[in-house]
Structures are given as structure tokens and as C-alpha cells.
Nanobody, 124 residues
Framework: QVQLVESGGGLVQAGGSLRLSCTAS????????MGWFRQAAGQERDFVAG????????QYADSVKGRFTISRDDAKNTVYLQMNSLKPEDTAVYYC?????????????????WGQGTQVTVSS
């Protein structure tokens, strides 16, 4: 069965950095567009970043542009989210998701598989 496992979350001070990883198993990883979403307490799950299969085109939410970078390593079945200049409002559970398509979309309903999430907490 398909599994997406996130790691790398934790507690960091404002202005700091974290790198999240998401490793997939039982999935032809290179055939999937990958996305990162986040859900703060009491909020909806929102799109953060996405990267297409093949060409690795990227897309970001306005709130993270210039601070976060998504990348992928198909040989390792892993997608990364490098998060710099973190702010308290970045605090959330971060989820990775896989979509059998060549296009990044921000709609969470368009993704086929989800990880269990990793907590990121940014203190002020």
C-alpha cells in the first residue's frame, strides 16, 4: 500500500530554517506531481508548494514565495521543502501529497495520497 512519510518538523525560532522530507513507498514516484500543504490549528488545510513530475516545475503560495523551496529527488522517492526565514504564522502541521498528473494544483481534493503530517512550530 502507498505510504508517504514526512519528517524534519520541530520547534524553531522565528528567522530560523527547517527542511522537511517526504519519502514515498509503493508508488511510481516519478509519475506523480508532489505537493506540500499545511494546516494550522482550527484552520483549513492550505496549499504551500508543489512540484511537477518530469520537468520539476514549481508553484508556491504567495505567503511563502521567496522563503520556501520545494525540490525532489526521484532516485530517493523523496520530496523536500526547505523553509527559511520562518515566521510564527508558519506554525502548522505540514503534509505532503501525491497527484497522478503533470500539473500542480492548489486544491487538496485533487491529490491522491497523503502523508500523516509533521508538526512545525515557530516561536517568536
Amino acid at each position: 500500500q502507498v505510504q508517504l512519510v514526512e519528517s524534519g518538523g520541530g520547534l524553531v525560532q522565528a528567522g530560523g530554517s527547517l527542511r522537511l522530507s517526504c519519502t514515498a513507498s509503493e508508488l511510481t514516484f516519478s509519475a506523480y506531481t508532489m505537493g506540500w500543504f499545511r494546516q494550522a490549528a482550527g484552520q483549513e488545510r492550505d496549499f504551500v508548494a508543489g512540484i511537477t513530475r518530469s520537468y520539476g516545475s514549481t508553484q508556491y503560495a504567495d505567503s511563502v514565495k521567496g522563503r520556501f523551496t520545494i525540490s525532489r529527488d526521484d532516485a530517493k522517492n523523496t520530496v523536500y521543502l526547505q523553509m527559511n526565514s520562518l515566521k510564527p504564522e508558519d506554525t502548522a502541521v505540514y503534509y505532503c501529497a501525491a497527484r497522478f498528473s503533470g500539473i500542480v494544483v492548489s486544491s487538496r481534493g485533487s491529490y491522491d495520497y497523503w502523508g500523516q503530517g509533521t508538526q512545525v512550530t515557530v516561536s517568536s
